[in-house]
């Protein structure tokens, strides 16, 4: 049996519901309110969801390891003012963060030298261009994530997505019919 500990991992969302991680609802609030309020002095690490496949896969690959109980992250220390910066960087915005009080700053930065020492380190996505990549998705469909509205498609790819299933059923039936001819 093997444990694998993840904190902050985060993604690309696609729609409202899935901005469920710190970095997406920083860019979440960038849109809507074109500002960002955080606590001063916190201080997190980060995963990308594909670096966390990774890690994974390294882990679950070997037939044999040392210990039960491993810290999967990226180790890379980012305050979030810092992480404000880049969200409305990346979103053109001039520089508008509001501090709340908060008497203790956290800092949860996992240390994964226990899974680096035994599985090696792969390498991890930079924070600064997956927050650049999330902020161009957003910007490209503000609507989506503001009302939570589904992405309209064009109109070809809409008729294949309801036809699709109609075309693959009837190639076996049209192969057979032109045979039998």
Known sequence: IMILRLYNLYSIPEKQDECDDIISKMCLEELSKKSLSVTEGDVLSFIYVTDAVEFIYRAASV?????????ISSSVP??????????????????????????????????????????????????SDMVKKIATEMKANPYVYLTGEEVKEPLLKRIQKKAGWFIKAVIPFAENFILFI
């Open 63 to 71: 037939k044999e390891h040392n210990d039960y109980l491993y810290n």
């Open 78 to 127: 980012i305050e979030k003012t810092e992480l404000a910066q880049m969200v409305q960087a990346a979103f053109g915005e001039p520089e508008n963060i509001k501090f709340e009080d908060d008497n203790k700053p956290k800092r949860v930065v996992l240390s994964n030298t226990m899974y680096d020492s035994e599985f090696g380190k792969p390498f991890c996505c930079e924070v």
